[in-house]
Every structure is written in C-alpha cells, then in structure tokens.
C-alpha cells in the first residue's frame, strides 16, 4: 500500500511540474500567491485546529501537546477532541539564600506541575519574550512569624512589675542563672559563660522595652547608611528602627532610649573637606541632646545614663566631646573602642563589630572558606600603610618569609593567580593590624573566610568581649611581639588549632547581617551587650533593696508602681522555685 501511494505522489508531482513548465512565470508567481492566501483562510475560519494538528495521528498530537519534561505511554494519550484548554507555567524568579533581593509573594505564583503519567496532555503556551525583571522595584516578604505561644507564668509576672522592679528581678535572675552545658542554638566553648547568657538573653527578650526619639531630620537621623565599611550603624539603626518586639512606642514603659543618628552621615553632611575641624559635628549632636533634654524628662532624670548611641565611624567618639554627659554617662556602642583615649569605657561601652557590606542587598555574600588541608598560607595580609603598626608589620616581614604573604597593597601580579579574598579562604591565619584608629574590618572578615583571626592593637577590646571568650577562636598579639609573629604562629599545636578554626565557624553566624533579624545574630548579640550595660548600672546595695521590697510586697517610691499581693506571692513562688533548681543542679 505503501509503494502505491509513493507512485501516485511521484506521478502527480511530476504533472505540476511539467503543468508549471509550460506556464509563465507570472502567472505561476500569482497562483503561489493564491494557494498560500487560501492555505491561511483555510485553517483560521473553518478548522478549529491548524492543518497540521488536522492531519496528524492522534498519538503524534498528543506526543506534540505534552512539555518536554514529562512522559507519554501511547495509551495514555487522549483523543484531539479532549485537548482544548492551554496553560501558561510562569517561570518563578531565583531568589538566593540570605540575599536581599526582595520578592513581592503577590508576584509569584505557583507552578502548575504536568504530570503526565495519569494520562494528561496539556498545551503549554510559552511566550515569545520574556519580561526584564526590574530589581528596584522588588520587595521582600518577610518570613512568616512563628506561632505565637501563650505567656509564661513568669512572663506575667514581669508584666506586673515596674520598669526598674523589672530590671532589679533580671539582674538577680540572671546572678543566680541554671547551670547549662550546651544548647541546640549555642556553642558552648565560644562563651565566658554559657548559662548567664542564655539566662539573660531569655530575660531581654521577656523585658527589654527601647524607645526610638522621633526628632531629627534626614539624612543624619533616621537614614542608615548600610554600604562599606562603616555599615554596621546603619544596619543597627535599620534592624531597630524597624523592630516591633523592642521598641515601645511609650517612653514611660522604656528601659533605653535610643539616639537613632548615623555618625557617617553626620560626616557626610556636615564635615568640609580638608578642612582637618570636626567641632561642628560635635556641636551639632550637643544642641540635638540639648533639644531632647528640654523637650523631654527622660534624659535629665538619669543624666543620659539610660541611652545609647551606635557609631562606626573612627569620629564617633570625638564628636562627643561637647557635651559632658553624652561623653561620659551614655552607652556607648563604637567601632573605635580605644580605651586609652579616655572616651571609651570598657566596663560600660560596647566594642562594636567593624563590617564591611560591599552589597546592601546581599549581605552575606562570598562568606564561608576552605577546609584547613586546602590553606597552604600560614598567615596574610594586604592593605593601606597608615597607622603605627602596618609599617611595623611590613617593615619586618614583607618578603622575608614565603609562609607570611604580608603586601603594601596585593600586586597585580599577584591579584591575578588569587584575589584578595580567596588569600583569605586559602591562609590558616589572618592579620588584623589596626590603622589609623584600633579597629579594623579584617576581624569580621577573617570570621566571614573561616581564617582564625590575629588581632594586633593595644587597648583594644574585641567586639562582644563581654560575652565571647575570644581565646577560644582568636590570637591577640601584643604590638611589641610583632617581630615575633611567625614564631607565635608556628607554636600553636595544630589540634588547637583545629578547634580554633572550628570555633570560627560556629561564632561565624553571631556576626552575620540579615534582612530579617534572626536570633543570636549580630543585631540581637549588640543589643543583648547594651542589655547588659543598662543591668551593671544597677548598683548591687539599690538592687538588694528593690528586691526585697519585690518579694516582701512593699511599694515603692514611684508612686504610679505597685505590686500587687498575688505578684508578690508570684514572685516568691519564682523565687524559690529558682532557689530549689539551683540546689538539685
């Protein structure tokens, strides 16, 4: 049959082109015209499918209806008939984990799966020409919050107290923490001491209440500044002002008040250049405390001792000067902790993380290193020569070592075979020398590389150093021991070692930025330490005495402040329940 129908089709093509042969040119041009005109009528007014679907088999039309992903059995596939419904599956965008590229859930839907072993065929109708996604327009969704759980019994009991009664029973609370070993979320050979702080982190999260001053205009209040190296405060300032667990809306329930102001772009807009004077900043932020000090009861009832201010700029601590109480009674969160300038008090000020966030929308990118079989360096460094201690550095080890990669800045050379961050990936210690002040970036960056850090800067507190034991991931070199360097190195045991870098990788996550603050991040660890400066405020002989007057029931002097009989029998109940846990432990 197969060979009958060939000889008709050579036949019949043979009279056309022997029909076209005798006929003019012309005339053959319009007749091609003609029939492909007709062809179009043909198939768009009187079938309702295209002649090719027409002229297939069924099992080739469902073979051409199904996507290419998907698999056909030849009696699965439906008749033509039943295929008459198109579907579009939207192509959903890529989001990267961490990332800050924001995603509108109103612009995503879900994708519809084919799944065509049930015997379905769907057209899939793709469009000719994808859309350009605008990144300047994407939003975020936050994550969808937890279930909120019902109060604890201690946590009503915090309710009933008075802003300084509750205050008094974290502190207490706190002296008399369980003893805890380890924790799901919490490493414990990163901590001075573990229990106290999961006793007062808990604490802060039940009590702490922060009041954000609304006064002051953009764009040196209320506008983080969340690029480069001084990113930190501006991503303090974004993570609180845009918290709802925290900030109060109240002053009269707050136990902080929040100065929310960037220092870089107090720099930014008021600094003139080369002009080598820094007074008007200073004078600035006086009359702004000035201005809150008369509007307001709450900054003379404590001479300011009751709020903080965060500053990363290597200025922040000398545009205080002006004001006598701003510099002294505040707290104090600075990047520039230098304890001998006299501005900087370590038992009341936090060392603030230095960061440096090349993109605001993807904070955490590039983070993470190599295993330590893959770092051949033994230490490194590269940068700017300014301060007292990089020409020190460079002036006893650059090219005297091949184990020391110390470089004025990385050679072209260089920066070709390994680039300035994979040398960070690939050394088993980085150098973080200070530069013109005591802090550098290079800290949070050797975390961020998985490279144990070296810490060389007299008079300076790590950051956190309240709450990490940074021996435990960390070396801290003195100034002096610089010529010293590969032979302090080289002494470390490499099972120490080992622990050091795995140490690294677990406090890594305590230093890390997110859109959506998570616990135990660098947000929720700064905040924790200006927690516990307003804590240590309390003087032990005061806070004996508003405890007692707590568990005996006494009012006290603030008159609007009571407690209750039920609260005070609460609190005993609290108490020694605390007291017989202790005992078993």
């Not at 079938?47 to 002229?55: C, E, G």
């Not at 809150?292 to 290597?314: E, I, M, Q």
Request: proline share 7%.
């Amino acid at each position: 049959m197969k060979s009958v129908l060939q000889l008709i089709a050579v036949a019949i093509l043979r009279k056309i082109c022997q029909c076209c042969y005798r006929m003019d040119r012309r005339k053959l041009f319009f007749l091609g015209a003609f029939m492909t005109a007709m062809g179009i009528v043909l198939q768009t007014y009187i079938f309702s499918f295209p002649l090719s679907s027409r002229i297939l088999t069924d099992e080739v039309q469902g073979f051409m209806a199904v996507s290419f992903n998907s698999t056909v059995h030849k009696h699965d596939v439906r008749p033509l008939e039943t295929v008459v419904e198109t579907r579009t599956i939207p192509v959903a965008p890529i989001v990267y984990v961490n990332s800050t590229n924001e995603i509108n859930s109103t612009n995503v839907n879900s994708t519809n799966e084919i799944n065509s072993t049930n015997g379905s065929a769907l057209a899939v109708e793709v469009p000719r020409r994808r859309k350009r996604r605008r990144r300047n327009h994407v939003t975020i969704m936050p994550p969808p919050s937890p279930p909120s759980s019902p109060p604890s019994e201690e946590q009503r009991y915090i309710w009933t107290l008075s802003r300084e009664e509750s205050l008094v029973y974290a502190k207490k609370e706190i002296e008399r923490a369980p003893v805890v070993d380890e924790d799901p979320d919490l490493f414990a050979p990163l901590f001075r001491n573990l229990s106290a702080f999961k006793r007062s982190y808990e604490l802060m999260e039940m009590v702490l209440k922060v009041y954000i001053y609304k006064e002051g205009e953009r764009p040196i209040f209320h506008e983080p500044h969340l690029r480069g190296i001084y990113a930190s405060e501006g991503w303090f300032m974004k993570s609180m002002e845009e918290n709802k667990r925290f900030v109060t809306k109240d002053p009269e329930k707050a136990h902080l008040f929040y100065l929310p102001y960037s220092a870089r772009q107090l720099q930014m807009a008021m600094y003139k250049p080369n002009s080598h004077n820094i007074k008007p900043l200073s004078l600035f932020l006086r009359d702004y405390v000035n201005m809150l000090a008369a509007k307001y009861p709450y900054w003379n009832r404590t001479h300011g001792s009751d709020h903080f201010l965060v500053a990363c700029h290597d200025w922040g601590p000398y545009t205080l000067v002006e004001h006598e109480e701003l510099a002294l009674n505040t707290i104090k969160v600075l990047c520039n902790a230098d304890v001998s300038e006299g501005i900087f008090k370590a038992e009341k000020d936090v060392s603030l993380a230095e960061t440096t966030i090349r993109n605001p929308r993807r904070p955490q990118r590039s983070i993470g290193g190599f295993r330590v079989s893959q770092r051949p360096i033994l230490a490194f460094f590269a940068g700017q020569m300014h301060g007292r201690v990089r020409p020190k550095l460079l002036k006893h080890w650059q090219d005297k070592d091949d184990d020391m990669r110390i470089y004025r800045r990385l050679p072209n050379r260089v920066s070709r075979v390994m680039n300035y961050v994979e040398h960070m990936k690939k050394s088993k210690f980085c150098l973080c020398p200070m530069g013109y002040e005591v802090n550098s970036p290079r800290i949070v960056e050797a975390i961020y590389y998985e490279c144990v850090p070296v810490i060389i800067a007299d008079n300076f507190p790590p950051p956190l150093s309240d709450v990490f034991d940074w021996s435990a991931f960390s070396v801290i070199v003195a100034e002096k021991d610089i010529p010293k360097l590969k032979e302090i190195l080289t002494a470390i045991p490499l099972r120490q070692y080992l622990k050091m870098q795995i140490n690294v990788k677990m406090v890594q996550k305590h230093f890390l930025w997110n859109a959506f603050p998570a616990r135990y991040d660098l947000f929720h660890m700064i905040l924790h330490s200006i927690w516990l400066s307003r804590l240590n405020q309390l003087s032990t002989a005061h806070a004996d005495v508003l405890h007692l007057n707590i568990l005996l029931g006494t009012p006290t002097r603030n008159p609007t402040i009571n407690v209750s009989e039920g609260g005070a029998q609460l609190c005993q109940s609290v108490a020694f329940q605390h007291k017989s846990r202790n005992n078993k432990l």
